[in-house]
């Protein structure tokens, strides 16, 4: 029974689900490509073919469920903001001098959501927790 519900809860989220492409036509996963690795440092690529938007309401809250197919969700912890990530490994030296820069190829303007909150992860054989939310 809750295969069945969950099936069916997957196919009317699938309905309300809104696709913002980014215009990446060849992609249709995130990726992460290595473009330069020295032993000084390393250039990164990473390309975001789009975005999925679906609508979902908890306890009279409204909330947008953000996916990006090649990425896995990520928060703090329970109840702060579920967001996409992409991660990769990387090695370092013992004692490195790590900085990041990001230069954004295009920005897309979504408006004003609030993202769906990470849920606590129940244990095998656990009723499934309360709705957890942290307001910011």
Do not use: R
């Amino acid at each position: 029974m809750k295969t069945t519900v969950f099936v069916l809860l997957i196919l009317c989220g699938a309905l309300f689900a809104d696709w913002i492409d980014f215009g990446f036509n060849t992609l249709d996963h995130a990726t992460v490509t290595v473009i330069e690795s020295t032993p000084s440092g390393m250039v990164i690529d990473v390309m975001i073919p789009g975005i999925g938007l679906t609508e979902t309401t908890e306890d009279g809250l409204d909330f947008t469920i953000l996916n990006v197919p090649g990425m896995t969700i990520s928060a703090l912890e329970p109840g702060y903001p579920q967001l996409p990530k992409v991660s990769f490994l990387a090695a370092l030296p013992e004692n490195p001098s790590v900085t990041f820069t990001v230069e954004s190829m295009k920005t897309v303007e979504i408006g004003q959501i609030t993202p769906y909150p990470m849920q606590p992860i129940p244990y095998d054989n656990d009723d499934l927790p309360p709705f957890t939310y942290v307001p910011s």
